[in-house]
């Protein structure tokens, strides 16, 4: 292998590795030279000042890349040309240090908020990044032929596109503030943290005063329909769907969850809104299989539809927690933390029957006019399982739930067992 090789480790978990170099970071402090640059870079060790590294997840693959030799471990960005399509903020909630705990909220255009400290050669890296897309929906197109969209020449082209603003935002998580959230005590998260990626970040236990994590997980994305700058005007009409990642309906169509449709009615209203004067917001999370994984999801879904009676409303969360020792592994209380970036102080319509992000929400100060639940001739067959045991289990939902021995008789498809290989 040709990597280029190091000269040495340099543990930083050892308290003498506490460098000059490395400049503090004061969260929620007022302008970008009081707050100071998160530094996770790796091309310097004596000059970061953050636990863990960027790109989220895939840090792993660029170790990868860097190992087999394609990749320069030296090699700093240029961000020439690469600012924000559309500049967004400051607004009052940056410089609240509780208001967002799990983004850095001058994250995007570095180079223009830290201009001084690039100039001393520091290496600081975007979280944060704004750019400009058309979208090609099929379910846009048949709306737009059923006559519940009509092309503007603005919002959507002629030939059906959506023109949006989209932004990606890598988790950065101020650790005291993620504690604070979660009404934890910082040492105990800190603890938790490392025990359970397996001593991944031995800075969590050894370095209290590295207060900044970058943590190995996906990021997030938010796709804005209209004037991004409308999101922080309370009376400008906002439609918004908060949805988490859910790859086989999503990509795939997968008919066993409303993921999909429900996602495609939210970008279709976003739509609509954004034509009638107001603006529209999808926010994507990387949160697959309720934050248990795909692989949790699917061994669920076998034992889900292979259990006696079969795929039952009635058993639904239940077979989930046999499975992965928990219903749900999400929590939603980081969630918010996007919405404040934008400046958002209220939503008129959002899109989701989930309680706990109705809860969460509200509680970071967001006022929520209407909630839209689905419409009933978008659920497929087999996902009317999920979506009576959602109801029954307390999700919004207007029309009502069905009780306990009604819920027996909604049913899914069975497995089709395979023989085993050789006994055709
Ligand atoms: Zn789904």
Not at 86 to 110: L, Q, R, Y
Not at 150 to 160: H, S, V
Not at 187 to 214: A, H, N, S, Y
Request: proline residues 5%.
């Amino acid at each position: 292998m040709n990597y280029e090789k190091t000269a040495h480790v340099i543990l930083t978990s050892h308290s003498n590795q506490v460098f000059k170099d490395a400049l503090p970071i004061h969260w929620g402090a007022k302008t970008p030279d009081l707050r100071g640059p998160v530094v996770a870079s790796l091309t310097d060790e004596r000059r970061r000042n953050a636990i863990g590294t960027h790109s989220g997840s895939y840090t792993v693959y660029r170790a990868l890349s860097i190992a087999a030799g394609h990749f320069k471990t030296s090699h700093k960005p240029d961000l020439h040309n690469t600012e924000s399509t559309t500049i967004i903020g400051p607004h009052e909630s940056w410089t609240d240090p509780d208001k967002m705990v799990s983004i850095d909220p001058w994250g995007a255009d570095v180079n223009v908020h830290f201009k001084k400290d690039f100039a001393k050669g520091y290496d600081i890296r975007p979280t944060i990044a704004v750019t400009q897309a058309h979208l090609q929906i099929p379910e846009i197109q048949e709306a737009i032929k059923l006559g519940r969209l009509k092309p503007d020449g603005k919002i959507i082209l002629e030939r059906g596109d959506i023109k949006i603003t989209k932004v990606a935002m890598e988790p950065v998580w101020y650790l005291p503030g993620i504690a604070k959230r979660l009404g934890l005590d910082e040492g105990e998260l800190r603890k938790i943290l490392f025990q359970q990626t397996g001593g991944m970040f031995p800075e969590l236990v050894t370095r209290p005063d590295l207060k900044v994590l970058l943590p190995p997980i996906g990021s997030t994305t938010i796709y804005i329909f209209g004037d991004p700058k409308d999101l922080a005007n309370p009376n400008i009409e906002l439609t918004c769907r908060v949805h988490d990642e859910c790859n086989g309906s999503d990509v795939f169509g997968s008919d066993i969850c409303t993921c999909r449709p429900y996602l495609m009615y939210g970008i279709e209203d976003a739509a609509r809104t954004a034509q009638r004067g107001g603006v529209g917001l999808i926010a994507y999370y990387r949160k697959e299989g309720r934050a248990l994984g795909e692989v949790t999801k699917f061994l669920v879904y076998n034992a889900r539809k292979r259990q006696e009676g079969g795929d039952s409303a009635a058993t639904y969360f239940h077979r989930t927690e046999c499975v992965a020792g928990v219903e749900d592994a999400r929590f939603q209380e980081l969630m918010p933390d996007i919405l404040q970036w934008f400046g958002i102080k209220e939503i008129h319509n959002i899109h989701s029957m989930s309680n706990m992000k109705f809860d969460a929400i509200t509680k970071s100060g967001i006022k929520i006019h209407n909630r839209i639940s689905i419409p009933d001739e978008l659920i497929p067959d087999d996902a009317k399982v999920e979506m009576e045991a959602k109801k029954a289990a307390g999700y919004f939902a207007p029309e009502g739930a069905k009780k306990s021995d009604e819920l027996k008789a909604v049913v899914g498809r069975k497995i089709e067992e395979s023989k085993a290989e050789g006994k055709k």
